[in-house]
C-alpha cells in the first residue's frame, strides 16, 4: 500500500493491481476493481481458479490460504489444466461484481526460505522495504551456511535522495531492526547505490541460495 500511495501522490492517478501469467493469457487474469481496491477480482468466464495446498495437491476451501491454480475455459491454442502459479494467496467472496476475488499475493511457493526454523518469504520483506522512504523497491536475498546454521543477507538499494554514508547506514539498521521484530530472524542487511542492484527481465529473482548442501 505504501508504493501505491507514492506511485498515485507522484503521477496524480489511481493505480489500480492487476495480475497475469503469459502461460495463461498475460496482463488480464484479474483485477481491482478502481472504486473498491479491496482484492483482484478473477474473470472465472474465462478462468476457473482453485487454491490448493502446495505440498499435497489437495483442494483447499475459499478463505484459506495455498497455490493458486488455473484451468482456462475458452483459450483455445494454448489450454491449460490446473496450472500451478506457485504464488500464495485466497479466494474471497465477491463485491464490485459476481465473480470471486483473490487476495493480495503473500509469496510463491518455490522461493520460500527456511531460515533457522522460520518460514521465510521474499514478498514479507518487500513490504518493509518498502515502509522505509530511504530505500528503493530493489532487493535481493542471499542464503549462506555458517557452520552448521543457515544465515540470510538482504542486499537492498538506497532511494535517489537518501545515498550518503549516514542515511544508508541508518537505513541497514533500521531494516535489520524491522525483519527481526516482523518475522523473528536476525539478518544482515547491505544498502548499496541507486543502480546497485541487478534489474531482471520478466520476474525478478529474489532469492540466491549460495549454502553447499
Not at 12 to 36: C, H, K, N, R
Request: proline share 6%; aromatic share 6%.
Amino acid at each position: 500500500e505504501e508504493m501505491r500511495a507514492e506511485i498515485e501522490r507522484r503521477f496524480d492517478l489511481t493505480a489500480v493491481d492487476i495480475y497475469g501469467l503469459s502461460e495463461v493469457i498475460g496482463p488480464g487474469v484479474g483485477q481491482e476493481f478502481a472504486s473498491t481496491k479491496d482484492g483482484l477480482t478473477l474473470w472465472e468466464d474465462h478462468f476457473y481458479p482453485e487454491i490448493i495446498d502446495p505440498d499435497t495437491g489437495e483442494v483447499l476451501p475459499d478463505g484459506e490460504e495455498g497455490e493458486l491454480v488455473f484451468t482456462s475455459l475458452t483459450k483455445e491454442a494454448f489450454p491449460i489444466i490446473r496450472y500451478r502459479t506457485r504464488d500464495l494467496t485466497r479466494l474471497l467472496p465477491p463485491t464490485a461484481c459476481s465473480m470471486r476475488r483473490m487476495a493480495r499475493i503473500t509469496g510463491r511457493s518455490d522461493d520460500m526460505m527456511i531460515v533457522r526454523g522460520v518460514n521465510v518469504f521474499p514478498m514479507q520483506i518487500e513490504d518493509l522495504i518498502c515502509k522505509d522512504k530511504r530505500l528503493a523497491p530493489h532487493y535481493y536475498c542471499e542464503l549462506r551456511r555458517e557452520g552448521r546454521l543457515d544465515t540470510l543477507t538482504v542486499v537492498a538499494e538506497a532511494s535517489p535522495e537518501h545515498v550518503d554514508e549516514a542515511s544508508c547506514a541508518l537505513a541497514g539498521d533500521g531494516l535489520e531492526k524491522a525483519i527481526k521484530a516482523e518475522l523473528g530472524i536476525s539478518v544482515k542487511v547491505v544498502v548499496l547505490q541507486p543502480g546497485e542492484v541487478p534489474r531482471s527481465e520478466g520476474k525478478a529473482k529474489r532469492v540466491f541460495d549460495l549454502r553447499n548442501l
